[in-house]
Nanobody
């Protein structure tokens, strides 16, 4: 069992930056690939980024590639999403999730956090 808690969301102007954190409970954090998803009002939850359990391999949605960086600190049981050059269309609730697979598909994820709101004003 892994419990995930996101933090770091907030209101930021377009062009600004935020760093989201995802703190995991338990001793098995390092056994999971970690992903970030987001869900805007009226839209489906979509893939944002994925990082391997070692942190050596990553994958990004085209919409955030070059602007976001996913990372993790296994000693702290924490994953991060650094978001730069934010745009109003990045406004959404951001979720971290853990998976034992390598997938962009949300149904392949075993554990989810409760989400953190990111709002980007124009």
């Amino acid at each position: 069992q892994v419990v995930l808690v996101e933090s770091g969301g907030g209101l930021v102007q377009a062009g600004g930056s935020l760093r989201l954190s995802c703190a995991a409970s338990g001793r098995t954090f390092s056994r999971y690939n970690m992903g970030w998803f987001r869900q805007a009002p009226g839209k489906e939850r979509e893939f944002v980024a994925l990082l391997s359990l070692t942190g050596r391999t990553s994958d990004y949605a085209d919409s955030v590639k070059g602007r976001c960086t996913i990372s993790r600190d296994n000693a702290k049981n924490t994953a991060y999403l650094q978001m730069n050059s934010l745009k109003p269309e990045d406004t959404a609730v951001y979720y971290c999730a853990a998976t034992s697979r390598w997938s962009r598909t949300r149904t392949q994820y075993d554990y989810w956090g409760q989400g953190t709101q990111v709002t980007v004003s124009s």
